[in-house]
């Protein structure tokens, strides 16, 4: 009876077991590590003068000649934390795959499908801040390498997945969609489409709906993709004096109204556990998007 009643109080819905807290506590210490060797690392460039005004053009020159020092000794120093970045995000990884590890051996097999769809939720918003901190940090002389930040959520998606196909596979129960991290999304989703109709839409109808949700955002996001990719190859370059092609006009506008779309379908797929797919829209269509941003020497 004892056993069964610390079963049921460690699977409440929103109440993280102390395997969850010790884990995100660990991950944040990699990461404010991470953060600081960072700073450390930026605080060595060379300084920068401050803002000149338009007309001073003398001003504005050494201003630029300071800019281009400070970039080329940042180079060095880039390499140097990149190779350190790899380190800590198999760091990261190596803490959670611990505490996954650790969850399936303490958890019962009919909720082992629980634990790697909590992962998968994890991983899609660890994507989201990976893509914000890349799209942060992307102007700055030093900044965390792709590579090793994207890293980390596309492992956590690639074992999550990996994961629930085995367990459908081998039939595990997971009686209780309710509970773990996803609990508030997945409820919020659901609620939001029984308030609509009525509660008439049972769970086949909602399995069709997150089907339909994934096939737009992964064809809206195909479609941003293109268009980003076919405005990207007509523009000149920054060092370039011609314009790009009259035709290009509208296609910026195109690709984001699209990955807006995408995006907002994204969301929807997220409330209905399907995080593959909401990773490719919320993660895809803001780099296609900064691409062409970046295209038009927005950031030159």
Same mark, same amino acid.
């Given at each position: 009876? !004892?056993?069964?009643?610390k079963?049921?109080?460690g699977s409440?819905?929103? %109440?993280?077991?102390r ?13 404010? @590590?991470?953060? *600081?060797?960072? #700073?450390?690392?930026e605080? !060595?460039?060379?300084?920068?003068? *401050?803002t000149?005004? &338009? ?5 504005r020159n050494? !201003? ?9 000794? *940042? &180079?060095?120093?880039?390499?140097? @934390? ?5 380190? /800590?995000s ?24 629980? +634990? ?5 939720v994890t ?6 801040? *990976? ?7 992307? $102007?700055?002389?030093m900044?965390?390498p ?7 959520p596309v #492992? ?7 994961g ?5 596979s081998?039939e ?8 773990? +991290?996803?609990?508030r999304?997945v ?14 839409i049972?769970?086949?109808? +909602?399995? &069709? ?20 990719? #076919? ?8 060092? $370039? ?25 994204? %969301? ?7 995080? %593959?797919?909401?990773l490719?829209?919320? %993660? +895809?269509?803001?780099?296609?998007v ?8 927005? @950031? /030159?």
């Amino acid at each position: 009876m !004892r056993a069964r009643l610390k079963e049921l109080a460690g699977s409440r819905p929103g %109440v993280p077991s102390r395997e969850t807290l010790a884990c995100l506590a660990l991950c944040a210490l990699v990461l404010g @590590f991470a953060t *600081a060797d960072l #700073v450390h690392t930026e605080s !060595r460039l060379p300084d920068v003068g *401050a803002t000149c005004r &338009e007309s001073d053009a003398a001003c504005r020159n050494a !201003r630029l000649s300071e800019q281009l020092a400070r970039d080329r000794a *940042a &180079e060095p120093l880039q390499d140097q @934390f990149n190779s350190r970045a790899w380190v /800590y995000s198999f760091a990261i990884l190596a803490i959670v795959a611990l505490t996954v590890a650790w969850r399936l051996h303490s958890t019962p097999r009919r909720e082992w499908i629980r +634990i790697f769809t909590d992962l998968g939720v994890t991983g899609v918003w660890v994507g989201i801040g *990976a893509v914000v901190l890349l799209l942060a940090t992307d $102007a700055s002389s030093m900044a965390p390498p792709p590579a090793p930040t994207l890293m980390v959520p596309v #492992v956590l998606l690639v074992a999550a997945a990996a994961g629930t196909l085995l367990g459908r596979s081998e039939e595990w129960a997971a009686q209780d969609p309710s509970g773990g +991290i996803r609990g508030r999304f997945v409820q919020a989703g659901k609620l939001a489409i029984d308030i609509g109709t009525a509660g008439q839409i049972r769970r086949s109808r +909602i399995e &069709e709906l997150a089907a339909w949700l994934s096939l737009i955002t992964i064809g809206l996001t195909a479609v941003t993709c293109l268009f980003a990719f #076919v405005f990207v190859l007509a523009q000149p370059g920054c060092d $370039a004096s011609a314009s790009p092609p009259g035709w290009t006009n509208p296609i910026d506008s195109i690709a984001a109204v699209t990955a807006i779309g995408a995006m907002a379908a994204a %969301v929807g797929a997220l409330l209905l556990r399907r995080w %593959v797919a909401a990773l490719v829209g919320l %993660v +895809i269509c803001p780099v296609a998007v900064l691409f062409v941003l970046a295209s038009t020497c927005a @950031f /030159y």
